[in-house]
């Protein structure tokens, strides 16, 4: 498990993406984005189903979180916050299941994104969170993405970031 998650680490700083492993622990999670949203106006929260939820209520009270969010205040919230449903080891990457409340507002349209991924839910490759031994089957009943650091493109020269979705990622690997 130590080291699905140490090259979990490796693979998603080297993709850009900012990892953090803490707690998991309501204090330890709820201290942690305070810390990190400390000067965001608007937060959006999206489902967490793959966390306790005593984990998740806690940041309801945060600062800046918006409680049922309008279109027009989700189109200019800062900071998006999920739970995720898996990490792939060995590119690094963040798999969120789309479907459930602001999800996909979440991880897809804010500058900021937050992941929150439980150690216990990384597997090696891609191809694990298809067999169906692997949580229950539960990836082979979902809309699944995949994200691998923040967004970017070269589609035009040099790599731009920040083009199609959030401009930074932070993974916090609760443990």
Known sequence: MLELIETFETNALEAAAEVRRIRATSTALRDEIEQTTKSAASIVLG???FLPASLMEPLGDLPGVLAAPTD??????EVGIC?????????????VAMGPRLVAMTSLLMPFHIVLLSANRIVARPRDLFDPECFNGEGLRRNLVFITGPSATADMGPLVRGVHG???LRVLILE
């Open 47 to 49: 489902a967490g189903e």
């Open 72 to 77: 027009d205040q989700l189109s200019k919230a």
């Open 83 to 95: 739970g995720a449903f898996a990490g792939v080891a060995c590119s690094g990457s963040v798999c």
């Open 166 to 168: 959030p401009h930074r």
